[in-house]
């Protein structure tokens, strides 16, 4: 039911599919989850984890660095390449309400251009080029570099007369040059031999590279808490903060990121998984130092000594689930920054916080703050601090910044920003302070990356952690699972230690409906549906209310995937049994209510599991409501339907039931919302044009494998098994149930009931009147309107997703029977 989308956090609360003993699960309204407290105890006291702390540090300061020069000063221009068109100049977007800032977009040259005029100077060759996109605030350009023989040194220079170096190594594909002002770059390229490089795009910013941009109620990170103690650790804290500029998807983005201290001293840099989720945007990094106010008041001037340095990042590990991505620099830290501290135990109720972000990629902010609950984003298995902000706020840019906690006169980082809530309109803003800020938690990243910050090897593991850990060919037959008649089964696999990562490559030739899931012992696991590049596309904690295991069903398009398996609890370990399938099925999941708008008064309910159709026909003949099924509609070579259609009848309404073949029915689709239905009964034979019944939103149904115990859309074939032969079709549109009861009345004969308006209850469920509806015969010349009575009541009150009450009376009489869903197919409608 997740709406997120990767690279943006959605900072919305979610319906979270957890079992008790987490954090209650809440409609698909995306309302405000809490969780209980009592839960949250019983949650803390199963999760122990050992205090992990580590101090912050200082990188000697030994001057301002000398302005960096061309090593040609006199050198012309030797290239040049210039897109004209301009673009519209616009303000930086914020992909999703509190994420990552769009303020860059990708163009494409029209003809890549091959650099070939190097000179000779000492020591080597330069070159020089001069790329321009009209009226850009800011440029980067793409050079590929695949053919390096030797390290390129890379110099750029914007309008504001700075230039920015960086040092391009042999075995990169790519390369970006540094971010500089103004809609024209000069680039410099040195190397002790001519290289084969080619200039294939720009970035063209639409916002400036200096833009004020943040919030009137931003704090500048030069003004005063009014705690001496905490001002003096900010001031050392900021200086390992950093705003950052990646590319991804054809667009240039901004987020937060800070430098962190590790055992192995090395530059670890933290950031949210949404902003940088894969090597390939982290290759793409460029930073800025010290990027911050000389004087409290907004209006005062940038600091003289920032820094900006463009040799990318390399991606070390991310986790979709916490919204966490762990970086290294691929060169030291500038003087004067500083290692953050880091405390990697959990946050409590009630604590006090600092957040230091770069708000719409402004200068440095501060905002001030209690860690106020623990919330969940739509998307996103694990809860996250909520915070509220006492003083200042974050916006779009902040995303990736961290979340820090006073200790012994410094600040320590205990996590990472995702996003904000969005109780009133879009997130938080200086007019819209009652939101949280949701930050992904230290102490669930941290065991999880504590191998590399400590630069150890990975222990012996059942499979690798990392899609970067693969080094077999990525289409291997072995994995072709949509070629397989079984699952691929991966049995006695243990989380093996607090923080493992369990990854397993699988492969389609052809698209398909995929579903993952553990089994065995009831592991608490959560799992994930990776890209070939190691970004999320689903994940899950708990498929299903019976057991702890996570399940995913999704489609795919042929290509390479990996299915990764954790634990819930960051300390816990254990063994599971993994499943990965294939099913090729129809992209739409056609269960719905069918009818054809100009005949009211009749209609098909369908029932898509698999490559069946369960149908169930209301109409009328001469003598009055009847009802036929074909139970069994198989997919055919062209894509419909068909199968034997049968007239049931009962020796009472819910007596034994016995089934006669009647005629034939088949479904031809088109498209999502139509069809053509053509069926035969005792040799009459009627077709007619179908499409999907609207009365509110239309439930857009997908694929599960799993019971849907947690889901709160019901719209499905619900049925006892213990009473075959009778049945309850619900189609769920916004706050509105449609329900078509097929029974049977006193003498056996088939009859139908509807609940055309069924509305909410207060607890959860449906209720609205029930009628008999009477009409002409089904295969009428021409169709007169049906005629409805109101003869009772129905209620429907679901005790999970997967089981219910069915209460209604019929003209005073009451029944009550429990019904749970339909399953005759290995997956299932899963509506929304």
């Known amino acids: ?76 221009v030797l290239d040049r390449v210039q897109i004209a068109a301009a673009l519209p100049k616009s303000a930086a977007v914020e992909e999703q309400a509190g994420g990552r800032l769009r303020v860059a977009t990708v163009r494409e040259l029209p003809k890549a251009k091959v650099l070939e005029q190097w000179q000779p100077i000492r020591d080597g060759f330069v070159t020089r080029l001069r790329a321009a996109s009209t009226d ?36 990169r594909r790519e390369a970006w040059t540094p971010w500089t002002e103004g809609d024209s770059q000069e680039i410099e390229l040195f190397s002790r031999a001519p290289q084969s490089v080619t200039v294939t795009s720009l970035l063209h910013f639409t916002t400036s590279p200096t833009t004020k941009a943040a919030g009137s109620c931003t704090i500048p990170t030069n003004c005063t808490t009014d705690n001496p103690t905490l001002d003096a650790a900010i001031r050392e ?73 463009a040799n990318g990042m390399q991606f ?93 006169g410094a600040l320590q980082l205990r996590g990472v920003l995702s996003g904000t809530t969005i109780r009133n309109g879009p997130g938080m803003s200086c007019t819209n302070t009652d939101e949280n ?55 006695g696999r243990r989380i093996d230690a607090a923080g493992d990562i ?63 398996v954790g634990h819930f609890d960051s300390a816990g370990t254990g063994s599971y049994n993994l499943r990965i399938r294939a099913d090729s099925v129809d992209s739409v999941n056609r269960t719905a209510l069918w009818w054809n708008a100009a005949e009211p008064g009749w209609g098909l309910n369908v029932n898509h599991q698999g490559n069946k159709i369960f149908a169930t026909l209301f109409t009328y003949d001469a003598s009055g409501p009847m009802w036929l099924v074909m139970s069994d509609g198989a997919r055919q ?39 053509t239905l053509t069926y035969s009964v005792n040799g009459t034979q009627v077709t007619k044009a179908l499409t999907r019944q609207e009365f509110s939103t239309l439930s857009e149904c997908t694929w599960s494998a799993f019971d849907r115990s947690f889901e709160q859309n019901y719209q499905d074939l619900w049925s006892n098994a213990a009473e075959p032969g009778w049945g309850v079709n619900l189609t769920q549109q916004g706050n509105t149930l449609f329900a078509t009861l097929f029974t049977y009345d006193s003498g056996g004969r088939p009859t139908w009931l509807v609940m055309s308006a069924g509305a909410p209850t207060a607890v959860g469920g449906f209720s609205g009147p029930l009628y008999r509806t009477s009409g002409p015969v089904f295969n009428a010349a021409a169709w007169m309107p049906a005629t409805a009575t109101q003869v009772g009541t129905m209620t429907f009150t679901p005790s999970n ?14 029944n009550t029977k429990q019904v749970t869903r339909q399953a005759f197919g290995a997956v299932k409608p899963l509506c929304e």
């Not at 590929?144 to 391009?168: C, F, H, K, N, Y």
């Not at 705003?243 to 987020?255: M, T």
Request: charged fraction near 15%; charge should be negative.
């Open 1 to 76: 039911m997740s709406s997120e989308t990767r690279g943006g956090a959605l900072i919305r609360t979610c319906p979270c599919y957890h079992n008790p003993l987490k954090s209650q699960q809440i409609p698909p309204q995306m309302r405000l989850l809490r969780t209980p407290l009592a839960v949250l105890l019983v949650t803390l006291a199963g999760t122990a984890f050992a205090a992990t702390e580590m101090p912050s540090r200082a990188v000697p300061f030994t001057g301002n660095a000398a302005a960096e020069t061309f090593r040609a000063p006199g050198l012309a």
């Open 136 to 171: 850009a605030e800011g440029l980067r350009v793409r050079l590929e570099v695949s053919s390096l023989t030797a390290p390129l040194e890379m110099r750029a220079q914007g309008s504001d007369g700075r230039i920015v170096a960086m040092t391009v190594q042999p075995g």
């Open 237 to 309: 804290a900021k200086k390992s903060v950093m705003r950052i500029n990646f590319i991804e998807g054809g667009s240039g983005f901004l987020c937060t990121a800070t430098l962190v201290n590790s055992p192995s001293g090395q530059p670890f840099v933290l950031t949210a998984n949404h902003c940088v989720s894969n090597p390939e945007v982290a290759a793409t990094v460029t930073s800025w130092w010290f990027y911050d106010l000389t004087a409290c008041d907004a209006s005062s001037g940038l600091n003289p000594n920032q820094v900006q340095q």
């Open 316 to 408: 070390v590990f991310g986790n979709h689930n916490v919204d966490s991505t762990l970086m290294l620099l691929q060169q030291p830290p500038p003087p004067g920054a500083v290692y953050a501290g880091w405390n990697a135990n959990r946050l409590g109720i009630g604590d006090a916080i600092t957040s230091i972000s770069h708000p719409t990629g402004d200068t440095a902010r501060i905002a001030l703050g209690v860690n106020g609950q623990e919330l969940r984003i739509v998307g996103r298995p694990q809860d996250m601090y909520a915070i509220t902000f006492t003083r200042g706020i974050i916006q779009g840019g902040s995303s990736g910044s961290g979340l820090f906690t006073l200790s012994n």
């Open 437 to 491: 800020a949701l930050y992904g938690r230290l102490e669930l990243f941290h065991p999880q990356i504590d191998r590399y910050l400590r630069n150890q090897s990975v222990p012996a593991d059942d499979a690798p952690n990392r899609p970067q850990e693969f080094t077999g060919p990525m289409d291997a037959a072995s994995t072709h699972i949509d070629l397989r008649s079984s699952p691929l089964a991966f049995d």
């Open 502 to 564: 369990d990854l397993y490559l699988f492969s389609l030739s052809a698209p398909a409906v995929v579903s993952a899931w553990t089994e065995g012992a009831n592991l608490d696991t959560v799992g994930n549906i990776l890209d070939s590049q190691g970004n999320n596309l689903e994940a899950n904690d708990d498929a299903q209310t019976a057991d702890n295991h996570f399940g995913l069903t999704m489609r795919l398009d042929a290509g390479t995937y990996f299915v990764q």
């Open 637 to 675: 070579a062209d894509g419909s339907y068909e199968g034997a259609l049968y007239r049931t009848a009962g020796s009472g309404p819910f007596g034994p039931a016995t089934s006669t073949e009647v005629g034939r029915m088949r479904i031809a689709f088109q498209g999502n919302n139509g069809a």
């Open 801 to 814: 997703g997967n089981r219910a009450t069915l209460t209604w009376t019929v003209n005073g009489l009451g």
